[in-house]
T-cell receptor
Framework: AQSVTQLGSHVSVSEGALVLLRCNYS??????LFWYVQYPNQGLQLLLK??????LVKGINGFEAEFKKSETSFHLTKPSAHMSDAAEYFC????????????FGSGTRLLVRP | GAVVSQHPSWVICKSGTSVKIECRSL??????MFWYRQFPKQSLMLMAT?????????EQGVEKDKFLINHASLTLSTLTVTSAHPEDSSFYIC????????????FGPGTRLTVL
């Protein structure tokens, strides 16, 4: 069975500050891991994904995430927050055994203060 | 690339009527499409998986006679909410997985359904 835990339903940072959104996963087989962003009343946009290649993954809009097997984590970071980064962020896990069905975390709302 | 559209973007209907939502992959062939439901301020809940040319696979607790899914072509899947009731009001989002990049789902913009 797979699961995803996102610590912190809300994260607030100042513009220009480091963004860190936490994601821990559980998977009985090697996982595929994803971060998606959702703006109000819109669908999900893929930020980045880990599919067993490099453990440090770079995505769009300056975001990156590092896969740490020993910690079962896939935290999302960005060195300097912009106001436009304010949105809901979802971590998700899948694997080949589950036919790549995505299991989502509960989401983290990122607030960026001027 | 990898664009998925949904139509309509929002719909309001009366209780007891049926509503059809379309999901299209615009620039790739989608052998598999997924339908999700999202309640306000909550995560996405997978409703069903549809494969082109075969019956959809529904997740536990999802009524297949209530939520009819058809995946007639490699670029189109439809979700029909039959005899809609106010509790069916929600944000419905589809995603599509291409035959080439099988590990990634690309999401549509969602459809807001309000049942009066």
């Amino acid at each position: 069975a797979q699961s995803v835990t996102q610590l912190g339903s809300h994260v607030s940072v100042s513009e220009g500050a480091l963004v860190l959104l936490r994601c821990n996963y559980s998977s009985s087989v090697p996982p595929y891991l994803f971060w998606y962003v959702q703006y109000p009343n819109q669908g999900l946009q893929l930020l980045l994904k880990y599919t067993s290649a490099a453990t440090l993954v770079k995505g769009i809009n300056g975001f990156e995430a590092e896969f740490k097997k020993s910690e079962t984590s896939f935290h999302l970071t960005k060195p300097s927050a912009h106001m436009s980064d304010a949105a809901e962020y979802f971590c998700a896990v899948s694997n080949v055994d589950s036919s790549y069905k995505l299991i989502f975390g509960s989401g983290t709302r990122l607030l960026v203060r001027p | 690339g990898a664009v998925v559209s949904q139509h309509p973007s929002w719909v309001i209907c009366k209780s007891g009527t049926s509503v059809k939502i379309e999901c299209r992959s615009l620039d790739f062939q989608a052998t598999t499409m997924f339908w999700y439901r999202q309640f306000p301020k909550q995560s996405l809940m997978l409703m069903a998986t549809s494969n082109e040319g075969s019956k959809a696979t529904y997740e536990q607790g999802v009524e297949k006679d209530k939520f009819l899914i058809n995946h007639a072509s490699l670029t189109l899947s439809t979700l029909t909410v039959t005899s809609a009731h106010p509790e069916d009001s929600s944000f419905y989002i589809c995603s599509a997985k291409s035959s080439v990049s099988t590990d990634t789902q690309y999401f549509g913009p969602g459809t807001r359904l309000t049942v009066l």
